[in-house]
């Protein structure tokens, strides 16, 4: 579609504040494709009102991902982004695509068993739903890639099956996507429960180290993350806290664990810990400096926003016309 050029695709939710995981999971990655492929990348508004969300704070979440977009290191010159409820092609092609998928499929889908679990009281349809959704947004763009963190491997995986099955019946409609997930930083664990995913949504803030969070608070969440009774910082099995920590360390210094092993032997939890708040919270000042200057400009932002929408629409039209040409709509001129 793109001059034989390979379309790189993601997104993610305004759903609450970011985490490092989201940063070092997805967003640092998404910059890594803006050379060589096409790159969109979604505020998915949509998908975040699976659970309920207070308007103002998803109004305000919605710029802030945006201008994180941004402040990551993504051009919008180059690359495409937007916000997934300007395009309404999404829950047009989602319908559809609903339509070929499985009640089963949906049923084994291990974050709508977690979140129906987390919220009993709204296990609504669009929570089950939700994978579509995705996959709608995925095969819009005849995506190539879509840079994950590993929870949302699962879902990337669906995508590949509903298009398959689809093309199966109507040949050469959808590319096949691939999931791209990172070595380093795929899963960034809690800091309170190592053995639980970071998540945006976590109720104990001190779990959680939010992208925008000052250099003291960063310091002071790592201080304070839970670690096991040894004293050696080292990298093995049972060792869930350090682990999280040293995976952590690995990714903002690029160093292997053997070499963090070899930087810390002789020394304590306490200063290894220090080192993880230190070098996380240096990293990512400069987002944050970046990120204060986009947000200064809302009318900049809206302005970014329309644009994206206007050239994702572009894309997502002609994909979804396809579609419904050969399902046999009637097309109106
Ligand atoms: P969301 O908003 O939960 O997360 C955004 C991205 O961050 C990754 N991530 C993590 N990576 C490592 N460690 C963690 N603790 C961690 N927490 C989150 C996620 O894997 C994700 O890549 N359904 C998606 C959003 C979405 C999407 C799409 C993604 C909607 N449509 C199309 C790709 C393509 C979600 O809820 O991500």
Not at 219 to 230: G, L, M, N, P, Q
Not at 233 to 245: C, E, S, Y
Not at 258 to 264: L, R, S, Y
Not at 312 to 317: F, T
Request: hydrophobic share 35%; net charge neutral; glycine share 6%.
């Amino acid at each position: 579609m793109f001059q034989n050029q390979k379309v790189s695709y993601s997104g993610v939710q305004p759903s609450g504040n970011l985490t490092i995981g989201n940063y070092l999971g997805a967003l640092r990655n998404f910059s890594t494709y803006s050379e060589d492929y096409k790159c969109l990348y979604c505020v998915v508004d949509q998908h975040a009102i699976t659970v309920r969300q207070v308007p103002a704070d998803l109004r305000r979440r919605t710029y802030e991902t945006l201008a994180l977009y941004m402040a990551c290191g993504l051009d919008p010159e180059k690359v495409t982004l937007y916000v997934q409820s300007h395009v309404h092609e999404h829950t047009e092609l989602a319908w559809i695509l609903n339509c070929f998928t499985m009640f089963g499929e949906l049923s084994r889908m291990t974050q709508f068993k977690d979140k129906s679990a987390k919220h009993a009281d709204n296990i609504n349809a669009g929570l089950f739903t939700y994978p579509v959704l995705m996959a709608s947004d995925i095969l819009l763009y005849q995506t190539d890639v879509v840079p994950v963190g590993i929870d949302q491997k699962q879902h990337v995986e669906l995508c590949r099956d509903i298009a398959t099955r689809f093309n199966a019946l109507y040949p050469d409609t959808f590319t096949i996507p691939e999931p791209i997930v990172s070595k380093s930083g795929m899963k960034i664990m809690s800091l309170s429960e190592p053995t639980k995913k970071m998540s945006k949504s976590d109720e104990n803030p001190n779990a959680v180290v939010y992208i925008l969070d000052d250099k003291d608070t960063i310091i002071r969440k790592f201080k304070r993350a839970v670690t096991d009774s040894d004293t050696e910082v080292r990298f093995a099995p049972g060792k869930d806290g350090i682990n999280n920590l040293m995976s952590i360390y690995a990714c903002f210094t690029g160093k292997s664990m053997e070499e963090i092993e070899a930087e810390f032997a002789g020394k304590g939890y306490g200063d290894f810990k220090l080192a993880v708040g230190e070098t996380c919270a240096d990293a990512l000042a400069p987002v944050q400096q970046r990120f204060a200057q986009y947000m200064g400009d809302k009318a900049g932002l809206e302005a970014q926003m329309k644009k994206g929408a206007e050239e994702a629409s572009y894309i997502a039209r002609r994909t979804l016309s396809k579609v419904e040409k050969k399902l046999g709509f009637v097309q109106l001129r």
